[in-house]
């Protein structure tokens, strides 16, 4: 299975977020891509979003993270192409909507976020990180 991450499960294996339930989630999620139970894409676009979120964190560590991280999760670009197809989409959110071009790459089979009515619009299925890891153990 191919599965997309969006930013907000990246972040929730890097930061500490309030529901400790969400890093749980997320590094289950990340073990599961390293251990090639799951094939796991993230966006370019979320290395910036990443680095900006840990910008307290000194320069050689975010890289570091930043390496650890896309050794796990593979890459896919952010093409000018897809410009043009978030312009014309149904999604308001214009960031979710690049994702989902994104994940069009890949291709990716699901998209994984907590934030699924920002998804409402995508034409990849999208499901909850803990719905990701229900339907695995099933």
Partial sequence: MKVFLDTNV??????????????????TILSLGETQVIELFMSALSIPVIAYVIKNVNAT?????????????????????????????????????????????????????RDIADFKESDIPVISPQDLLSRIIE
């Fill in 10 to 27: 990246l972040l929730d294996t890097i930061v500490e977020r309030d529901n400790p339930q969400f890093t749980d989630d997320a590094s």
């Fill in 61 to 113: 560590r975010k890289k570091a993270i930043i390496k650890d991280l896309i050794s796990i999760v593979k890459v896919l670009p952010s093409l000018p192409q897809h410009v043009d197809n978030i312009l014309e989409s149904t999604m308001n959110d214009i960031e979710d909507a690049l994702q989902v071009q994104s994940a069009k790459e890949g291709p990716c089979d699901i998209i994984v976020t």
